[in-house]
């Protein structure tokens, strides 16, 4: 090719290595964050592969998932803390609260338990359940153990203002 297209060719490589850093550099300050203030970072065990075969496949793979798990176990496990991962399934069907299965379509984006009466996001739902697993507990036991213990998901704020 001619000169200016492989000029072009050279720029787009060095705006993708420019993106590239950028993302690892979020991962490690990310990383870093969390495990400066948490013992223990449960995250749901992501199926990476079938997540890119979905219609979501740009985002999934744009974001670095698979990445950022990478570095988040290394530097625990570097720090001599805990990077647990944790099975997703049914985490945001299930109430945190009694343990019974509430089923709702993704569009839906409140959990609101017959069963009990909990009411809360359907993410701070999971993120529950998710703290509950990684502590290998029953929703009930969890309960009693974890009771005052903080999720570390500041970006959730509740209708009345508190986290």
């Keep these: 090719g001619s000169n200016n297209r492989l000029k072009a060719i050279k720029q787009l490589g060095k705006q993708h290595k420019q993106v590239a ?19 223990v970072v449960a995250h749901e065990t992501l199926n990476i592969k079938g997540l890119a075969k979905s219609r979501l496949a740009k985002s999934v793979l744009d974001a670095g998932w698979a990445s950022f798990l990478t570095i988040l176990t290394s530097k625990a496990e570097n720090a001599g ?4 991962p944790v099975s997703a399934q049914n985490t945001s069907q299930n109430c945190s609260n009694c343990g019974k299965k509430v089923p709702k379509k993704l569009h839906v984006r ?7 009466g909990c009411s809360l996001d359907r993410d701070h739902n999971a993120a529950i359940n998710i703290r509950n697993r990684a502590a290998g507990q029953s929703v009930l036991k969890a309960q009693r ?19």
């Design 21 to 39: 850093d950028k993302r690892k550099d979020f991962h490690f300050k990310t990383a870093n964050y969390l495990l400066s203030k948490y013992d």
């Design 81 to 84: 803390l805990l990077a647990v």
């Design 110 to 116: 409140w959990h609101d338990c017959p069963y009990c």
């Design 145 to 163: 153990l974890l009771r005052d213990a903080r999720i570390g998901w500041e970006a959730y704020a509740e209708p009345n203002g508190s986290a």
